[in-house]
Every structure is written in C-alpha cells, then in structure tokens.
C-alpha cells in the first residue's frame, strides 16, 4: 500500500503493490520471514507482523532514453549485458538484481521501453546501500539505459524530508 503524509494525515495513493513496484522491491531483500508464509497468511488473514532485516535498502532503476520523456525515439543498440553486476553479486556485495521491461531473445536481453532493470543495494546505512546500489547499475551495460543518480542522496533525503514537513504542514 502507498502512502502519504499530509497536514490532514495519512493519505492512501495506492492500496495495491506488485513485487515489481520500488516499494516492495526493497524490502523483500531483507524480509527474514518466508515470504511464500507471508503471502498464505495474508490470504488466510493471519498475518500480524513481517520480520525484516535492521538494514537499508536503496533501489535505482535503468531506463531506456524514452522513459521519463528524455527522448521522443529510442534508438541504438538495446542489448543489455548483466555479467559484470552479476559478478559484483555473487563476489559478496549485499547486491539484488531485478530485470524488468526486457526482452529475452537469441544472443541476450534487450531493453524495452520502460523500467529494464533495477538494482537493491543493502548496507548498514542508506549512503552504504546506495553506494552498492549505483554500483550495480555502474555495472550493467549496453541497452542506451540510463538513471537518476540523486536517488537517496543526502540531497534528494533533504527535498523529500522538507516536502514531507511542508504537506504535513510542520
């Protein structure tokens, strides 16, 4: 469920999540629970609490040069290569690969036209999973994708901490 905080209170935006929405896709990597147990207890209504790991989490996303309006065309080449992040995975970086809007041809992947991969970066802190986080996407290449790189920076934290206060009218 999506929330908001506003100077009348909590606001509803969304009351559904898919495991390929940002808001779930940073906590799954550190769900301590079995999340197929969640997910029969949601169903069967039992369910009264998730454990979760004590870690932050940071999702960033490469895009295609259409997403976000950058560009009206994509053109260029769209195969997207994960061996390198994939590597950083398996090397012991607290590291969670999620492709998206790809398509799975003979010789490799190739980028759609929305969100084609996102990575999690886990750490102790939020500038640690953020770090991992970049990192990965560093680490994918091809496809023309690009992404944001103030995505939890002590900037970004600082606009959204303020915007908060102002909608809460603080």
Not at 81 to 106: M, T, V, W
């Amino acid at each position: 469920m999506a929330m908001m905080h506003t100077a009348e209170g909590v606001k509803i935006l969304e009351s559904n999540s898919r495991p390929g929405d940002p808001e779930i896709q940073n906590i799954l990597p550190i769900l301590k629970d079995d999340f197929v147990d969640i997910c029969y207890a949601i169903l069967d209504g039992s369910l009264t609490r998730i454990e979760v790991e004590p870690k932050a989490t940071v999702v960033t996303y490469k895009v295609p040069p259409t997403y976000g309006g950058k560009e009206k065309e994509y053109l260029g080449d769209r195969h997207v290569g994960f061996s390198e992040a994939e590597a950083l995975a398996e090397s012991g970086e607290r590291l969670k690969i999620y492709p998206a809007a790809l398509e799975l041809r003979e010789g490799g992947a190739y980028a759609l036209s929305s969100r084609t991969v996102c990575t999690v970066g886990i750490g102790d802190s939020i500038e640690e999973a953020r770090e991992v986080s970049l990192k990965g996407l560093d680490a994918i290449k091809g496809g023309s994708l690009w992404y944001r790189t103030d995505i939890a920076s002590k900037e970004h934290i600082r606009r959204s901490v303020e915007h908060m206060r102002s909608l809460r009218g603080n």
